[in-house]
């Protein structure tokens, strides 16, 4: 390799780097101005649910300090369509006693467990699967909404209600819709795959025929930010079953980050009646439209042109005054 050329690469890498520092102070503004932005949301009615509850229902977010306003608007949001019973928040270790004491004031009955509390060496162990696995603790005796902070509920949200009733896993879809068998799925991610890609979703894919020994046939390539898991429908064992499959292939790097949704994808798709809710009802920014019903302000369109400050704010204008329950 000649000098010049290291040189090259060098001013290369520097700029990448300059660029991921520029982005991630970028972000962190942009979360503290939305902070600012919605700050009134704490003059929110406690979010009480004595009455017209649906019995039965529970809803777990994994929190961190970050989305703590995110996770407001996200809970009373989904709350004012959808009343669970149960209203759970795993803390990812960076809730202050602050934060506690707040989500204790607007959610009295709330449950607040500790992530660190959920780990189990032969899954994964990262804060996603510390969720599935607090999430799994209450699936015995309820019908299980994972909802991440950066959901907004607009409209109605009958076909979840319709999974809950009916006790129907869901998931959100994503541009690869349908459930598909193992074998197509395969197929598909061999056929897109570069050798420098190296996530674990990917990675999975090219290795679904090893499920077979669990007599797995189906796949979703959905995302578990907003799932609906149905009453009884899975247990640690199943976790640690996927799991063991995907170590059998890819070894550790099943322990990446990416491998908990991978594992939701699995599971809601080996569920004889789970649904993939409609992407033109609930979805990305990225695709909004006016006919969404909840929209995934997800990592990087989450604040293009200030979207979800603006649908915030409307939102706390609207309900300022409301009582909750």
């Known amino acids: 390799m000649s000098n010049s050329f290291r040189v090259f690469k060098n001013k290369i890498l520097k700029g990448e780097e300059v660029i991921k520092t ?6 962190k503004i942009l979360h503290k101005y939305f902070d600012w932005d919605v700050k009134e949301v704490l003059k929110f009615e406690p979010l009480n649910r004595d009455q017209n509850s649906n019995e039965g229902l529970c809803v777990l977010s994994m929190l961190c300090k970050r989305d703590f306003f995110q996770y407001l608007i996200s809970i009373y949001s989904f709350s004012q369509l959808l009343k669970p019973e149960k209203i759970v928040v795993v803390n990812d270790g960076s809730l202050s006693d602050a934060h506690l004491n707040l989500l204790k004031n607007k959610i009295p009955d709330i449950e607040i467990l500790t992530g660190e509390d959920y ?17 799994e603790s209450f699936i015995e005796n309820y019908y299980v909404v994972q909802l991440d902070a950066d959901l907004f509920s607009r409209i109605d949200l009958i076909e979840v209600e319709q999974a809950f009733i009916n006790n129907r896993s869901f998931i959100l879809g994503t541009e690869q819709q349908g459930k598909i068998t193992i074998k197509q799925a395969q197929a598909e991610a061999k056929s897109r795959h570069r050798p420098e890609n190296k996530h674990v979703q990917q990675l999975a894919e090219m290795n679904l025929d090893s499920l077979q020994s669990i007599d797995y046939k189906y796949y979703i390539r959905g995302c578990a930010g907003f799932a609906g898991y149905a009453k009884s429908s899975f ?25 908990e949704q991978t594992a939701a994808n ?20 990225a695709r909004y439209s006016e006919e969404l019903k909840l929209i995934h302000f997800l990592g990087t369109w989450r604040f293009d042109g200030l979207l979800y400050n603006k649908i915030a704010k409307n939102f706390i204008k609207q309900n300022l005054s409301k009582k909750w329950s």
């Open 22 to 27: 520029i982005s991630h102070y970028k972000s």
């Open 119 to 135: 780990i189990d060496e032969r899954l994964p162990t990262y804060t996603s699967w510390r969720r599935m696995l607090a999430l």
């Open 235 to 259: 247990s640690k064992d199943t976790l640690i079953a996927i799991s063991n499959c995907m170590f059998s292939r890819i070894g550790d790097s099943w322990r990446n980050w990416g491998s």
């Open 266 to 285: 699995i599971l809601i798709a080996n569920q004889d009646s789970s649904i993939i809710l409609p992407l033109n009802e609930y979805g990305s920014v």
